[in-house]
């Protein structure tokens, strides 16, 4: 894997590694039990730089290249899904303000953000929108100069912790996105806990009691909240999170490599047994394919290539399908000890549950790849 990154791309690898390894993977569990990210943990992301690499070097941020940004999300998904999950929804609220923002509200908060003074959170779901964002019920008025936002909104990843919220609400003109900040008065949030998985990522509801907003906080225009800032950010979203997955398969096989090298039962190692190496031997396959569908989307991406949208969809599905499958195969392994809070294993489960569902389920994307595969390989005249 490492000859197919540049010098820079792989010298970054070994430093996410070496900081995941010493900062997020030790304490992973306890976060996972304790069902909270604590903030000294953001802040170490923060004073790294790591929450801000992907803004442009204008506004403070490291401006990396998608390839990069990809291996960083993919050592955090290794170490901890959670803390991965942190750094997806913060990325996207910064790629749709870099985006589609005005020079007044790039100049305001992409420079907050790549220094992770304020973290970023995306408010689109609610408790009947989900995949369908275009559905949301959250409503926007105008009064005079500001806009007044009423809602409820659910599952918002690090919702309890986030200072920033990009919200999709519907106004007069459609789907539209724009800025609420935390101390904005009608605004609280509500943790959720005990999810199947991330259960450190402070997910919550976010409500909105009669929130004022001043207008020039309105991203892009009224109407493109969905079609044009939400899709930017989601794309975005799907990267980090295909990445995220390579992670978890790396660490499924890393945990079942080691155990299975150290288990014994009926007189051998686990590992000799031919139904064990089966199953190592599909994560092992799985891990490569996944990484290099990854490695594909993120160099599409950085090209501005048209096709980096239908690779970056490939290789968020087949890498979480495929998390799925390793992570349920290294509690397999683990036996009645990967069912315990004992072993990582049973964290990284849960985690690929939720891999399958965020950021467009795998039926979504099946839906999806069946279209792309039509237009590019139809029925053609001259067969």
């Known amino acids: 894997m490492t000859g197919a990154l540049t010098a820079r791309q792989a010298q970054s690898r070994k430093e996410f590694r070496a900081f995941a390894d010493r900062h997020i993977a030790p304490h992973a569990d306890a976060h996972h039990r304790a069902q909270r990210t604590p903030p000294e943990t953001i802040r170490l992301l923060a004073e790294g730089g790591l929450l801000g690499l992907p803004v442009a070097e204008e506004y403070g941020g490291g401006g990396c290249d998608a390839v990069t940004l990809g291996l960083l999300a993919g050592e955090l998904g290794r170490a901890c899904s959670s803390l991965r999950s942190l ?95 935390r101390d904005t008065p009608g605004l609280r949030t509500e943790l959720i806990e005990d999810m199947i998985g991330i259960r450190a990522s402070m997910t919550a509801h976010v409500y909105f009691d009669g929130c004022r907003v001043p207008a020039a906080n309105v991203l892009a225009r009224p109407g493109l909240g969905v ?72 160099r599409l991406r950085d090209e501005r290539h048209p096709g980096a949208l239908a690779a970056t969809s490939t290789a968020k599905y087949f ?15 683990h036996g009645a000890n990967g069912c315990s809070s004992d072993y990582p294993v049973q964290r990284l489960l849960g985690d690929s549950r939720v891999m399958e569902i965020i950021e467009g389920s795998a039926q979504l994307h099946q839906v999806g790849l069946a279209e792309y595969a039509f237009q590019e390989r139809g029925p053609r005249s001259d067969r």
């Open 227 to 298: 079609s044009h800032v939400v899709g930017a950010a989601l794309d975005l979203g799907r990267y980090t999170v295909g990445w995220g997955c390579v992670g978890i398969l790396d660490a499924s096989l890393e945990a079942s490599v080691d155990y299975a090298a150290t288990r014994e039962q009926f007189g051998s190692l686990i590992k000799d047994h031919q139904l064990v190496r089966r199953l190592i031997s599909n994560m092992y396959t799985d891990a490569h394919a996944a990484r290099l569908l990854c490695l594909e989307a993120g």
């Open 87 to 181: 750094l997806t929804v913060h990325t996207m609220v910064a790629h749709a303000i870099a985006r589609w923002g005005s020079h007044s509200q790039k100049e305001t908060w992409l420079p907050r953000l790549a220094r992770g003074e304020h973290i970023g959170a995306l408010a689109v779901s609610e408790p009947g929108a989900g995949s369908d964002a275009a559905s949301v019920t959250t409503r926007l008025t105008r009064e005079d100069d500001d806009w007044v936002v009423d809602g409820h909104k659910k599952w918002i990843t690090y919702g309890e912790s986030a200072d920033l919220f990009l919200v999709v609400g519907r106004s007069p003109e459609g789907p539209t996105a724009l800025l609420v900040e």
């Open 319 to 333: 890498a979480a399908t495929a998390a799925g499958r390793a992570a349920a195969d290294a509690v397999q392994i």
